[in-house]
């Protein structure tokens, strides 16, 4: 990425208290305790790297059978059929057209920060979020984001 792209992304950001992040991205970073483990989340690479701060991030596109016109609404039931059989994923990020969104196990909407009644957003790219239990490193940020989270400190 060039410095032009990351300045043009932060000027178009729908983020006016910290353009360097933008809203919905933020908001399933934060939800995942990792809001503050980059400077940028304007993309889908800022996300990921984000998220694998503390996470294991994997594709589950194959695995749920993703088409190319599968929408968020078409593939609610595919996310839940994949949690019972895989066991391990605790949410699932969705990209889609210039937004992205959290699926919780069971293929409903946990974040949307622009929520739809009938979702027929075309989905690009579906992740499952895991616990990276071989990364003792992660493990303990997890832990302590935990904690923090139940007001221990």
């Avoid at 895989?86 to 909407?109: C, Q």
Wanted: net charge positive.
């Amino acid at each position: 990425m060039t410095l032009l792209d990351r300045k043009k992304q932060i000027e178009e950001s729908n983020n006016s208290s910290n353009p360097n992040k933008n809203v919905c991205g933020l908001a399933i970073a934060t939800a995942l305790g990792v809001g503050g483990a980059t400077k940028y989340i304007h993309t889908w690479g800022d996300l990921q790297r984000a998220i694998r701060h503390m996470w294991s991030f994997r594709s589950v596109a194959s695995a749920i059978k993703l088409g190319k016109n599968d929408t968020v609404g078409s593939i609610r039931n595919r996310v839940a059929k994949h949690f019972k059989s895989s066991r391990g994923a605790i949410v699932y990020v969705v990209w889609v057209e210039g937004h992205v969104l959290m699926m919780g196990t069971k293929g409903e909407t946990h974040i949307d920060t622009a929520p739809m009644g009938r979702d027929r957003r075309k989905v690009i790219k579906i992740y499952g979020v895991y616990p990276n239990t071989k990364n003792t490193t992660k493990l303990q940020r997890l832990k302590q984001y935990m904690a923090k989270s139940r007001g221990e400190v």
